[in-house]
């Protein structure tokens, strides 16, 4: 059973940073992909970053390029989400997700492959930006 785990959420001011963790295990995937969302309240919930171990593609929603940057340490099973010039609007709670990345279309590429596509789920992080 695939279990992810969230960690890093917290309070920062507008401007700040914060870094979130995913940590995952009960991987059997050859190749996979793990994605992070985010749902604020009243809001459904979109897909922020994705990276597959295919071949380290990723891929970032519009509102957060060149602020967001995702990566992985596979020895650590565990991605990353390095979140810089947060802004209030990027409050929420941020979901990792994951599942297999081996037929169909890339869960990474062009864009964030939809939810119903990830498999696993974390219980996920809050994130609050104060302005």
């Known amino acids: 059973e695939v279990q992810l785990v969230e960690s890093g959420g917290g309070l920062v001011q507008a401007g700040g940073s914060l870094r979130l963790s995913c940590a995952a295990s009960?991987?059997?995937?050859?190749?996979?992909?793990i994605a992070w969302f985010r749902q604020a309240p009243g809001k459904e919930r979109e897909g922020v970053s994705c990276?597959?171990?295919?071949?380290?593609?990723?891929v970032y929603t519009d509102s957060v390029k060149g602020r967001f940057h995702i990566s992985s340490d596979r020895a650590k099973n565990t991605v990353y989400l390095q979140m810089d010039s947060l802004i209030s609007e990027d409050s929420a709670r941020y979901y990792c997700?994951?599942?297999?990345?081996?037929?169909?279309?890339?869960?990474?590429?062009?864009?964030?492959?939809?939810?119903?596509?990830?498999?696993?789920w974390g219980q996920g992080t809050q994130v609050t930006v104060s302005s």
């Open positions: 009960g991987f059997h995937y050859h190749d996979y992909a």
């Open positions: 997700a994951a599942d297999s990345d081996a037929w169909g279309s890339p869960l990474c590429g062009p864009r964030i492959a939809p939810i119903m596509r990830f498999g696993s």
């Open positions: 990276i597959s171990s295919r071949d380290g593609t990723t």
